[in-house]
């Protein structure tokens, strides 16, 4: 049986090296395209979303203001009515998949991507990715944090500098460090 590549452990949520060469090509493909992007003019802009199309996994209708940032895109699918604010990261080591008529406030980080608690392991640079997914209609506020493995449910919304470190349900309001229920919606 042939050994995995890093890159199919990482797909796989195994931990893995980051620092291995075809990762690197990957990031770097995706940081070039970044840039091109968050270079373009503003009256250029619809020549951007093409570019971002190409380096994204799945996409349909979305808008992304400058500056974007992501980890590699393939991971990344989109659903229709996307829109993402200034200053958004998507660190994508796993997928993330976001749902239909999602909207991003400024500064929103979401990140697949954990590091070992362990100090050996870490400091071999050993690192694992847990897929995050957001359902259909949520919106998430200025500044907040989704962290690796969460789910968050349709209809929900996330207070501005919510740091999301668990799922949330449909239908609910989370806010706080760490981002607890608040309401019912």
């Known amino acids: 049986m042939t050994e995995k590549t890093e890159k199919q452990k990482m797909l796989a949520a195994e931990p893995y090296f980051p620092s291995n060469k075809q990762l ?9 395209i970044c840039h091109h992007f968050n270079q373009l ?4 802009f619809k020549q951007g979303m093409k570019v971002l199309k190409e380096l994204f996994g799945r996409t349909q209708s979305f ?6 940032y992501c980890d590699y895109g393939y991971n990344i699918y989109l659903g229709k009515q996307f829109y993402a604010n200034h200053g958004c990261v998507i660190l994508d080591a796993a997928p993330v998949t976001i749902g239909d ?6 500064g929103v980080l979401i990140s697949t991507a954990t590091h070992p608690l362990e100090p050996k392991k870490r400091n071999k640079g050993i690192e694992s990715a847990h897929a995050i997914t957001i359902g259909n209609s949520v919106w998430i506020g200025m500044g907040a944090k989704i962290l690796p493995g969460v789910t968050i449910g349709d209809n929900a919304v996330i207070a501005a500098g919510a740091v999301v470190n668990k799922s949330v349900a449909a239908n609910t309001v989370v806010a706080g460090v760490p981002a607890r229920l608040i309401k019912q919606l």
């Open 63 to 68: 808008w992304i203001e400058p500056q974007f």
């Open 24 to 32: 690197q090509a990957d990031r770097m493909n995706a940081k070039t």
């Open 41 to 44: 003019p503003p009256n250029q």
């Open 101 to 106: 008529d999602v909207m991003l406030a400024p």
